[in-house]
């Protein structure tokens, strides 16, 4: 008899091994999938971006007929097909890691929704606009990852939020090639409890959609090479009070302009925005063509060709690029087609650092400029870990880190006194809102057809 006990316990061990071996092979399968889907996005973003300046040095008065109609027609195929998909994606994805209605996450983060935040991404580059698709892959990552909890049955609420967390953070670490941004960012700006930021599944989730992206790519890619710059302590950490209170204040009030405008435009703009949706973004890119023609094609797309250049020192800054590119950037938001923020901030802070170098001499220039990318993203984001990693993986120098925390964390502090709310926060409690209208307005809908 306790021989059978034994034979009986050893074959449900082993059932019980095995079955959480599979879960975990499938988890691996899904963070796999998330780098492949990150790669594919980063190919097709660059290529869209190609062909956008491709036809503004053919004939740059076309992109008054391109931008207007391409934006509209994102627009359009955004209410029309992919509803949900608007904005940068962070901010859904925050939102459901506190929604316990499963039916709803799933719509936030389903597969159809991903498809088509990278497809109108891509297609708001090949127009011209002023976005990235880093934060895109924030939520493409978590529907991924979502949609293989879904196969795998999961229904406790703590372990779907850890694996749309592992997802997201995985969407960064894989967007830009820095495994520990990923990491860093998931435990500052996405992760909302203690299980959740030392979940051994975020971290799994993330190394290995970093690795299969960096493998994709073609080795231990930089988006901005080796930039071997240093800020010794002494009078050139001025660059970094500089470039603090500027990145803080200029963030701060980006911020403070897009929570604004989550909450509806006024007045007559209101009225066209609320009413006739399209036409508004038509508008918007009107405003967008305008901006690229009066700088030559430089608010266009990320802005990660304008930073490169101020790094290496191979562009001149001028705060005309500043103005433009952090006013395009705005209008590309209240366009309200998807897209991101990340990569138009690093270069907006890069013409910050660019143009505060001019005036410190005895620092050196690509350093300075380094600095304003780490203040005016920690300004805009309120996430100064997660700054200060992204810059240093992005330009792999490590010894710039203490001169881009201490940057990094003034601007948080300057920001916080002009928008004293984090901004993918906010936009999340808005998000949510507009949620809750949305499922009251069908309750309401329900209940009236069956009387």
């Known amino acids: 008899m306790r021989r059978r006990n034994r034979i009986t316990h050893l074959r449900r061990s082993a059932r019980m091994r095995t079955s959480q071996w599979r879960r975990t092979l499938i988890f691996w399968a899904g963070a796999i999938t998330v780098g492949i889907a990150a790669w594919l996005f980063a190919r097709a973003a660059d290529y869209a971006s190609s062909l956008c300046m491709g036809l503004h040095n053919w004939n740059p008065y076309v992109m008054f007929a391109v931008i207007p109609s391409g934006l509209a027609l994102s627009m359009w195929l955004t209410k029309r097909f992919f509803p949900g998909a608007q904005g940068s994606g962070i901010p859904q994805t925050i939102a459901t890691l506190h929604i316990e209605d499963f039916t709803l996450v799933n719509r936030i983060l389903g597969l159809r929704i991903a498809i088509g935040k990278i497809c109108m991404t891509t297609l708001g580059l090949l127009c011209g606009a002023s976005i990235g698709r880093e934060g895109p892959t924030v939520q493409v990552g978590a529907a991924i990852m979502n949609a293989y909890a879904r196969f795998l049955g999961h229904a406790n609420v703590s372990t779907r939020r850890g694996i749309i967390l592992a997802g997201g953070a995985a969407g960064v670490a894989a967007a830009f090639n820095t495994p520990l941004a990923g990491i860093v960012f998931a435990i500052e700006e996405l992760a909302s409890s203690f299980q959740q930021r030392t979940s051994g599944v975020m971290l799994t989730g993330v190394v290995l959609a970093g690795v299969t992206a ?24 001025i660059a970094v009070l500089a470039c603090g209170i500027l990145g803080g204040l200029g963030g701060g009030i980006f911020s403070t302009i897009l929570i604004r405008v989550g909450k509806g435009l006024p007045g007559f703009i209101g009225n066209i925005q609320k009413n006739r949706p399209i036409l508004f973004t038509a508008l918007c890119g009107v405003v967008l063509a305008i901006l690229g023609f009066a700088s ?11 930073a490169h250049h101020l790094i290496d020192g191979s562009r001149h800054p001028h705060m005309s690029y500043f103005l433009m590119k952090y006013a395009a950037t705005i209008i590309s938001y209240c366009s309200g087609i998807p897209g991101g923020l990340f990569a138009p901030s690093l270069s907006i802070g890069a013409s910050v650092g660019g143009w505060v170098a001019q005036f410190l001499p005895l620092t050196a220039p690509g350093a300075v400029v380094l600095l304003g990318m780490v203040g005016y993203f920690s300004g805009v984001v309120q996430s100064p870990l997660t700054a200060t990693v992204i810059v240093m993986e992005m330009c792999d120098n490590q010894q710039i880190t203490l001169a881009l925390l201490a940057t990094a964390f003034l601007a948080f502090g300057v920001s916080r006194m002009v928008c004293s709310h984090s901004l993918y926060g906010r936009l999340a409690d808005q998000f949510m809102a507009r949620q809750e209208g949305y499922l009251q307005k069908k309750h309401e809908e329900n209940k009236q057809s069956k009387d």
């Not at 960096?214 to 002494?234: E, K, M, Q, R």
């Open 296 to 306: 030559h094609g430089d608010t266009f797309g990320t802005g990660y060709t304008q």
């Open 214 to 237: 960096i493998v994709l790519t073609g080795g231990n890619y930089t988006y901005f090479g080796h930039a071997s710059v240093d800020v010794p302590v002494g009078t050139a950490w």
